[in-house]
């Protein structure tokens, strides 16, 4: 069975730091793309970030670059999103995602075949 958790959320200061991570099992991590979304209350949910476990390439969207990081462990099969200076707009619910394959390359959450359950961050001003 394919199973995709994400974990580390929780209530940070702004300007703080945290590091999510997603645990990936029941399929092969390495030929995988894996995408953090978040989604905020009442807001749409947006890709933040993609990483392909196969060749290490990132992408970020633009409210995020400079600010987090995405990287990976291949042996746990876990993917790690830093976030550092956050702040309240980045309050939301953080899922991940994985696309078989590989990264595709966009942002469209249909080409995403394994969802996660969210993992909550609250940023306080």
């Known amino acids: 069975e394919v199973q995709l958790q994400a974990s580390g959320g929780g209530l940070v200061q702004a300007g703080g730091s945290l590091r999510l991570s997603c645990e990936a099992s029941?399929?092969?991590?390495?030929?995988?793309?894996i995408t953090w979304f978040r989604q905020a209350p009442g807001k749409e949910r947006e890709g933040v970030s993609r990483l392909s476990t196969s060749d290490g390439s990132t992408s970020y969207t633009d409210s995020v670059k400079g600010r987090f990081t995405v990287f990976s462990d291949s042996g746990k099969n876990t993917v790690y999103l830093q976030m550092n200076n956050l702040k309240p707009e980045d309050t939301a619910v953080y899922y991940c995602?994985?696309?078989?394959?590989?990264?595709?390359?966009?942002?469209?959450?249909?080409?995403?075949?394994?969802w996660g359950k969210g993992t909550l961050v609250t940023v306080a001003s």
């Open positions: 995602a994985a696309a078989v394959g590989g990264d595709h390359n966009d942002w469209n959450e249909d080409h995403r075949d394994y």
């Open positions: 029941g399929f092969t991590f390495d030929e995988y793309g």
